[in-house]
């Protein structure tokens, strides 16, 4: 009978298990829908500012051929002239139970930072998240200039964008980095993302998806005073937006990962539920099947 009270006690202990697994994939499927919305009702103001600068850039490119000149790019834009000092932003979670999400971005994260010491680059750390933290620190806390909760703990925030970008321009405007790279997991599906190491500063105006390839045949405007003010005026919007659109991206793929993560584990709590269950039941039955007979025989023998 010890071995029936231990296996009831294994089923209490794993079906409280499975609650707690079945209540956090629900939370994190929550999160990971308010997340998508916020991808959703971003993308027209998004679409608006990128086909914008393609419209100024498609000017700007058309008189600097015909002028045989190079466009005026912002200061954002601009590489420095020797990219040596290099600043990687990770974006983890502070917290686990989501599958690989924090592995494969602290394994990314080591990827590139050996790809640049390897070339020679001098490189600074800014980790957003304590997983990422904790494990980085244990080879790079050295390199490692600030450390901070993950940016999506209670939902991503353009105002948490800003204060990002606030911090980096002057370190790109001050010449104390060259260029400015955030590792983070790209969000494709619930079931889907991507690790990259996406370069923000300095900002590439080419790798915006401005959903237009073709500019012949599209309406221009007279803008006032000119185009290289309205390019000068468009570039920091479409930066924080391609910060902004970074951090949803990373929220995203977080609860889609501990979404994906917890629902196995529910599934796989359901599974060894039935098995013990139907073990107990056989382990009952055989006990109930010895007293039976031991009352017989007893019956018997009398």
Do not use: W
Not at 195 to 210: A, G, W
């Amino acid at each position: 009978m010890a071995g029936l009270k231990e296996l009831r006690g294994r089923i209490a202990t794993i079906k409280s298990t499975e609650k707690i697994t079945s209540a956090m994939k629900m939370v994190a499927a929550s999160r990971l829908r308010r997340a998508q919305e916020v991808l959703n009702r971003n993308e027209p103001y998004r679409d608006t500012v990128y086909n914008t600068i393609s419209r100024v850039m498609y000017v700007l490119q058309g008189e600097a051929k015909v002028n045989d000149t190079v466009v005026q790019l912002p200061s954002l834009c601009v590489p420095k002239a020797t990219a040596n000092k290099y600043l990687l932003i990770v974006l983890s979670s502070d917290k686990g139970l989501c599958g690989s999400y924090n592995s494969a971005i602290i394994k990314g994260a080591i990827t590139r930072i050996e790809q640049l010491k390897s070339m020679g680059k001098d490189v600074r750390i800014i980790a957003l998240g304590y997983r990422g933290y904790n494990a980085l620190r244990k080879r790079y806390a050295d390199l490692i200039i600030r450390h901070d909760e993950s940016v999506v703990n209670q939902g991503v925030q353009y105002e948490e964008a800003l204060n990002l970008i606030d911090e980096i321009v002057p370190l790109f405007e001050n010449e104390q980095i060259d260029v400015c790279e955030v590792v983070y997991s790209k969000f494709k599906s619930a079931l889907s993302r991507e690790i990259v190491s996406e370069q923000v500063l300095p900002f590439d105006l080419s790798k915006i998806n401005t959903g237009v390839d073709d500019m012949e045949g599209v309406a221009l405007y007279d803008v006032e005073p000119n185009y290289t003010e309205m390019l000068n005026m468009l570039t920091p919007m479409a930066f924080k937006e391609f910060v902004f659109e970074i951090m949803i991206n990373s929220q995203a793929s977080e609860q889609g990962s501990r979404m994906t993560s917890m629902d196995n584990a529910t599934r796989n709590a359901g599974d060894m539920i039935a098995k013990l269950t139907l073990r107990y039941n056989r382990l009952r039955q055989g006990a109930i099947t010895t007293e039976l007979t031991e009352i017989i025989a007893g019956a018997e023998a009398i």
